[in-house]
T-cell receptor, first 113, second 112 residues
Framework: DAMVIQNPRYQVTQFGKPVTLSCSQT?????MYWYQQKSSQAPKLLFH???????NEADTPDNFQSRRPNTSFCFLDIRSPGLGDAAMYLC????????????FGQGTRLTVV | DQQVKQNSPSLSVQEGRISILNCDYT??????FLWYKKYPAEGPTFLIS?????DKNEDGRFTVFLNKSAKHLSLHIVPSQPGDSAVYFC???????????FGKGTLLTVNP
C-alpha cells in the first residue's frame, strides 16, 4: 500500500500559470519535505514542514511556496512557473528530523510549455 | 558545492557478478549515510544505511562499506540481478544538518 502519494504523476502547465502539486501520507509522520530533481541531478531540498512549522531552504526561489493544512497533506505551489522549473518534484516524509530514513512518493513530473 | 559525489554516472555489470557503486563526501560532519534505489517513474526507495560508528552493514545481497578517513562509502551487490537495474543515490546527513544531501546518482544496468 502506498504510504506517500503524490498527485498528479504528470503535470503540464503553461509558462507563468500557477500550478499546485499535492502530497499525502498515511504514516502520520511529523516531517514532510519537498525536493526538486532535474535530469541527471541530485534531488535538491526546497523546504520542509515539521508539524506546522515551515522551514525554507536559503536558496529556494520565492516562486515556490508550500502549505500544510493538516498532518496528512502538503502542497507545493509554483506561482509563476518558468521553463527552468520543469523537473521531477518529490515529496518525502520522516517521523522526526534527523531521522534515519525518509519515505518518498512516486514524484510528479512537471512540464512547462 | 557538491558535498556528496557519485562520480560514475553509470555502471554496467553481468548478471551474477558483483556491482560496486561508489560515493565520496566532503562534509566531515556527516555521520549517517543511506543508499536509495530509484526505478524510472517512481520515487526513491530506501535500500540500506550505515552509521559512522560502523564500517560495514550487510542486508542480504547488499553491503555498504564506510571508510571515514577517506570519506568514502561503497555499495556492493552480490550477486547482481537484472531487477537491480535502477538509479542508486547515495545520501548523507549529520551534525546539526538534519537534511539529506544526495549525490547525483549512478545508473546500474545488470545484463542477463
Amino acid at each position: 500500500d502506498a504510504m506517500v502519494i503524490q498527485n498528479p504523476r504528470y503535470q503540464v502547465t503553461q509558462f507563468g500559470k500557477p500550478v499546485t502539486l499535492s502530497c499525502s501520507q498515511t504514516l502520520n509522520h511529523n516531517v514532510m519535505y519537498w525536493y526538486q530533481q532535474k535530469s541527471s541531478q541530485a534531488p535538491k531540498l526546497l523546504f520542509h514542514y515539521y508539524d506546522k512549522d515551515f522551514n525554507n531552504e536559503a536558496d529556494t526561489p520565492d516562486n515556490f511556496q508550500s502549505r500544510r493544512p493538516n498532518t496528512s497533506f502538503c502542497f507545493l505551489d509554483i506561482r509563476s512557473p518558468g521553463l527552468g522549473d520543469a523537473a521531477m518534484y518529490l515529496c518525502a516524509t520522516s517521523r522526526e528530523l534527523l531521522n534515519t530514513e525518509a519515505f518518498f512518493g512516486q514524484g510528479t513530473r512537471l512540464t512547462v510549455v | 558545492d557538491q558535498q556528496v559525489k557519485q562520480n560514475s554516472p553509470s555502471l554496467s555489470v553481468q548478471e551474477g557478478r558483483i556491482s560496486i557503486l561508489n560515493c565520496d563526501y566532503t562534509n566531515s560532519m556527516f555521520d549517517y549515510f543511506l543508499w536509495y534505489k530509484k526505478y524510472p517513474a517512481e520515487g526513491p526507495t530506501f535500500l540500506i544505511s550505515i552509521s559512522s560508528i560502523k564500517d560495514k552493514n550487510e542486508d542480504g545481497r547488499f553491503t555498504v562499506f564506510l571508510n571515514k578517513s577517506a570519506k568514502h562509502l561503497s555499495l556492493h551487490i552480490v550477486p547482481s540481478q537484472p531487477g537491480d537495474s535502477a538509479v542508486y543515490f547515495c545520501a548523507a546527513f549529520g551534525g546539526s544538518n538534519y537534511k539529506l544531501t544526495f549525490g547525483k546518482g549512478t545508473l546500474l544496468t545488470v545484463n542477463p
